[in-house]
Structures are given as structure tokens and as C-alpha cells.
């Protein structure tokens, strides 16, 4: 075998020598920038992803806060405007209570004032017939025939007892 032939050393190792550093300008001034091109624009997209990932993170933070925001803002409207319409009915049923209750009380001032006609009506009548009563009573149990003036005298005093 030739390459192991020692008389050809020296040319071997300036062959290989001329090789190696052949292929060391080649590898740094071609491969490795190339490589390092990739890796720089592949870090550079990745870069970008993460940038873009962190802006679309934030304007979800901002559109979740803008959403609860204006939920928060509608639930106290709502609220509000649940406490105004139950004031109103509030307020209506109240007046339609006073009003009732106006009627009512109209009502049985009414009721109480024909009673009160109605018993002084009765009372008035009850002298008559008292005396009409005791005038007869004498009559038919005694025979005797009074005054009616003096029966009814008797009468008056007899009910201020």
C-alpha cells in the first residue's frame, strides 16, 4: 500500500495540510455563514412569533377587560333600572292603597252614618210606639183610657234611665 510507504510521508502531510486548510476557508467563508445565516433568521422568526404572541396576548388581556368592563357596566344598569321600575310599582301601589283605602274609609263613614240615621230614625219611632205600647196595655188590662201626653211623659223619663 502506498500511503503507508514512509518515503511518501512528506508529500502526504503537505497534501493533507493543503486540504485542511482548503476546507477551513471553504467551511468559514461559505458553510458556517450560511448555517449561521439560517439560525439568525430562524431566531429572528421565532423572535417575531413571540413578539406577535405577546401583542396578541395583550389585546386579549385589553378585550377580556373591555368585555368584563362593560358587563360589570350593564349588570349595575340593569340593576339600576330593575330598582327604578320596582320604585314605580312601588309608588303606583301605594297610591292605588291610599286610594283604596280612601274609599273604604268613605265607605264606612257612609255605612256609619246611615247607621246612625237609621238608629236615631229607630229611636224616634220607639217613643211613639212605647207610648203607643203603654197606652194600650192600660187600656186592655185596666179599661181605663189615658192621656197620651201624660203616657208619653212617663215614657221620656223612663228611657233617660
Not at 497534501?15 to 433568521?41: H, S
Amino acid at each position: 500500500m502506498p500511503q503507508f510507504d514512509p518515503s511518501s510521508f512528506p508529500s502526504q502531510f503537505f497534501w493533507l495540510a493543503i486540504t485542511i486548510v482548503a476546507l477551513y476557508f471553504v467551511m468559514t467563508r461559505m458553510a458556517i455563514p450560511r448555517l449561521a445565516n439560517v439560525l439568525e433568521q430562524r431566531q429572528k422568526l421565532i423572535d417575531d412569533d413571540l413578539e406577535q404572541a405577546e401583542k396578541l396576548k395583550a389585546e386579549t388581556e385589553a378585550a377580556i377587560a373591555a368585555y368584563e368592563a362593560a358587563l360589570a357596566e350593564a349588570r349595575a344598569k340593569a340593576h339600576e333600572e330593575i330598582k327604578a321600575v320596582t320604585e314605580a310599582a312601588a309608588k303606583v301601589a301605594e297610591a292605588k292603597n291610599a286610594e283604596v283605602i280612601e274609599r273604604v274609609a268613605k265607605q264606612i263613614k257612609d255605612g256609619e252614618n246611615r247607621i246612625a240615621k237609621s238608629r236615631d230614625e229607630a229611636l224616634s219611632h220607639v217613643r211613639e210606639v212605647a207610648v203607643s205600647v203603654a197606652t194600650d196595655m192600660v187600656t186592655k188590662l185596666v179599661g181605663l183610657s189615658l192621656d197620651d201626653a201624660k203616657v208619653g211623659d212617663a215614657v221620656t223619663a223612663s228611657m233617660k234611665d
